[in-house]
């Protein structure tokens, strides 16, 4: 039975604009996430470009990506960047201590992440180790990056291949302090932020945006410290939240669920709106100006490994449920961009909730690629407020609202309005009022699928895949749209 609800698109009170950094991705040496997922090397049978997976670098072009973040993770603060520069056959061999204990060759190492990065076309985010390096070994590897010519560091970097500097625009100053960054109390933390952060240093005419190791969830304690101890000396803070169904113990599985768990994972993915609101909060007790900016630097959904993969890798399914997390997070984010403006989904490849999934020479995007694929147009946009009026979809003790939405008026000068419909049974018609917005047309694309867990796999890899969306009119200022069960719309009305 079709139910009936309402949005308001505000066009005449323009909010903050939707950074690109928000659509930022996370690649860290874990699992298949680097090696096979973005690095094959120059004699792999796998198409390649100088070493680079030809289909998912084409993959990451199309969708924009505006940011990587890399090494880590918690990879990140044991990482020592000159085991990974110079000739590769002579570079250190490890132990992946943090992920499935595995040899890492450092076959991937700054150059290769930096040129990957400008491939790309995307902005850096390195993570720098705080948590077993010492500040100088820090000091070292910005300069290694970035000084121009002339010192050591510069000449040693062009003997390596690369003689003028990459950009570095943001560098993280070490991840979760509070956990296998170190352990640390948030005190300590804040004290190691200002001691480190003082020998990160630019060469005239550039700027680094410095992130701190932000707080996991809700630990509200942990943005209150570091804002009042050391906000002096960073530029953005992070914030990680995982969306899991269960709990860690027992997380759950990415397909083969009931209406249950799609309905308690959707629900609690909407916990972000409360953890950005209240660490905003604490932000502003400090940082009135808003002059530091919020990162959520890892955000995405983690279910049990898939059956049969390497204990520690963190490879799974990605199915419609995972689009939901992510349209339902891109409208999050929109109600919070006077201080949100970056977020790095974990991850890109093969990890987590990735956009793509590789085996040997076989890859799939998933419907998470996809939603980034739709709700590209958001980048650098001006948020519209919506007001969004609907009616509850709610399973055992998850209520959440059925509708969720969020609009932009993008670069082009279109506007997008992104729309969601979670409840899996029953299809809405909604009625959204545009104020002062004036749009001749209007032309859109859906994602939906039968089935709540469709996913792609490589035999199938078109089973998620979005599709020309025909059940909007526009009409005196009014849109009125048929949205189907569990589905992602957007609209481009211009
Ligand atoms: O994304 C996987 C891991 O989750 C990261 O390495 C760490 O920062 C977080 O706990």
């Excluded at 959520?296 to 419609?320: C, I, K, R």
């Excluded at 002062?436 to 694309?445: E, L, P, S």
Aim: some cysteine; charged content about 20%.
């Amino acid at each position: 039975q079709e139910t009936t609800d309402t949005v308001t698109v505000h066009g005449d009170r323009p909010a903050p604009k939707f950074d690109k950094r928000i659509f930022g991705q996370f690649a860290e040496h874990l699992g298949t996430g680097i090696y096979g997922g973005i690095w094959v090397g120059k004699n792999s049978r796998i198409p390649n470009v100088n070493g680079y997976r030809r289909d998912v670098l084409d993959a990451l072009k199309a969708i924009r990506v505006p940011v990587i973040r890399w090494p880590g993770g918690c990879f990140a603060d044991e990482y020592h960047w000159r085991e990974g520069i110079g000739d590769p056959k002579s570079r250190k061999v490890k132990i992946n201590t943090h992920w499935g204990g595995v040899t890492e060759d450092n076959a991937v190492g700054t150059h290769e992440f930096m040129n990957y990065s400008e491939m790309v076309g995307a902005e850096p985010y390195v993570s720098g180790n705080l948590g077993n390096a010492p500040p100088y070994e820090m000091a070292e590897w910005v300069e290694y990056m970035t000084s121009p010519t002339g010192s050591s560091l510069a000449k040693e970097r062009a003997a390596n291949g690369r003689k003028t500097p990459w950009k570095l625009p943001l560098f993280g100053l070490g991840n979760e302090l509070w956990g296998c960054g170190g352990n640390m109390q948030p005190e300590y933390a804040a004290n190691e932020t200002r001691r480190y952060s003082t020998f990160v240093k630019m060469p005239a005419g550039q700027q680094v945006m410095k992130v701190a190791s932000g707080a996991n969830a809700d630990d509200y304690n942990w943005t209150d410290v570091m804002m009042r101890d050391a906000g002096g000396h960073f530029d953005a803070i992070g914030v990680h939240y995982y969306t899991i169904p269960y709990d860690w113990g027992h997380k759950g599985s990415a397909t083969g669920f009931d209406e249950d768990q799609w309905a308690r994972t959707l629900a609690k993915t909407l916990k972000m709106d409360e953890y950005i609101t209240k660490h905003a909060q604490r932000m502003d007790k400090h940082d009135p100006q808003k002059r530091v900016a919020m990162f959520v630097d890892e955000w995405g959904t983690w279910y049990d490994q898939e059956p049969g993969s390497h204990p520690g890798f963190l490879y799974q399914q990605n199915s419609l449920r995972d689009a939901m997390v992510a349209s339902l997070n891109f409208d999050i984010f929109a109600r919070h961009t006077d201080r949100l403006r970056g977020a790095n989904i974990a991850q890109m490849v093969n990890v987590l909730q990735a956009m793509m999934l590789t085996d040997g020479n076989r890859m799939v995007k998933t419907p998470t690629y996809w939603v980034f694929d739709l709700y590209k147009d958001y980048q650098d946009g001006i948020v519209l407020p919506v007001e969004v009026q609907s009616r509850w979809y709610n399973k055992n003790e998850w209520t959440l609202k059925a509708v969720s939405a969020s609009a932009v008026r993008g670069t082009d000068g279109a506007v997008h309005l992104g729309l969601t419909n979670v409840d899996p049974n029953r299809p809405t018609t909604v009625t959204v009022k545009l104020d002062g917005v004036t749009g001749a047309g209007v032309t859109g694309r859906i994602l939906t699928a039968q089935a709540m867990d469709a996913h792609n796999t490589f035999d199938a890899p078109d089973t998620v895949k979005p599709a020309a969306f025909t059940g909007a009119t526009l009409a005196a200022g009014t849109l009125t749209v048929t949205l189907p069960a569990k589905s992602i719309v957007m609209l481009d009305i211009k």
